[in-house]
C-alpha cells in the first residue's frame, strides 16, 4: 500500500526488496529468509522508507515506522515491506495528491528521483511517475499514467448496472 489515509492517520506499507515465489512452501520460506538477510534487498528497502518518511513528514505531527521489515508475499513473488504510520497535521495535502508526490517510490524509478528517471526515460522510454492505481470494488483497477483520470480525492465508475458513482479513494498502490 502506498498511502493511506482514514481521519488524520496517515499509513503506508512501502515494498522494495523482492525475491520470486515458486509454489514450494519450503522454497519459498527459504527464499523469504534470504531475502531478509540480503543486505543489498535491505539497503533498497531502507532507501525507500526513509525517502516516504522524509517526504510525509513535513505534513505530519509524527511519523514512525516499524523497526525491521516483514516479508510480504504476493501470487508470483515476495517482497520487503515496512509499515510507516503517523497523524497527519490539520492543513495536509489531499491523499493524491500525496500518492503523486509519493510516485514513483525509489523503489520504481530509484533515487535520487529526478536522475533516475531521466537515465530510465532515455534508456527504456516509460514514465513512471504517475503509475499507481486506487483500491476500488472489485473488478476495477485504474493507472493513472501520462493524463491524471483522477481529482478531488474520488473516480466516477459504472457499476454492474450503468449507474455511476464516485468512488472515495483512500488508499492508493503503486504497481511494479
Known amino acids: 500500500m502506498l498511502i493511506e489515509v ?28 534470504q531475502l531478509v538477510a540480503s543486505m543489498k534487498d535491505q539497503v533498497e528497502h531502507r532507501v525507500v522508507i526513509d525517502v516516504i518518511h522524509d517526504m510525509l513528514l513535513p505534513f505530519c505531527s509524527y511519523l514512525d515506522w516499524e523497526p525491521e521489515p516483514s516479508v510480504i508475499q504476493v501470487a508470483n513473488v515476495q517482497h520487503l515491506g515496512t ?3 503517523g497523524h497527519l497535521s490539520q492543513n495536509h495535502p489531499p491523499i493524491l495528491e500525496l500518492a503523486r508526490m509519493l510516485c514513483p517510490t525509489p523503489a520504481l524509478g530509484g533515487h535520487p528521483r529526478a536522475q533516475a528517471l531521466e537515465i530510465i526515460e532515455q534508456i527504456e522510454g516509460f514514465d513512471r ?24 480525492g474520488f473516480i466516477t465508475i459504472k457499476d454492474e448496472d450503468g449507474v455511476e458513482r464516485n468512488i472515495n479513494i483512500t488508499r492508493a498502490h503503486l504497481e511494479e
Open 129 to 152: 511517475k504517475n503509475y499507481f492505481y486506487a483500491d476500488l470494488p472489485k473488478g476495477y483497477q485504474i493507472t493513472q499514467d501520462k493524463t491524471p483520470i483522477c481529482t478531488g
Open 6 to 33: 482514514q481521519g488524520q492517520t496517515i499509513r503506508s506499507h512501502p515494498l522494495a526488496g523482492t525475491t520470486p515465489r515458486t509454489g514450494d512452501p519450503v522454497a519459498d520460506n527459504e527464499l523469504a529468509r
Open 83 to 85: 509499515l510507516i504510520e
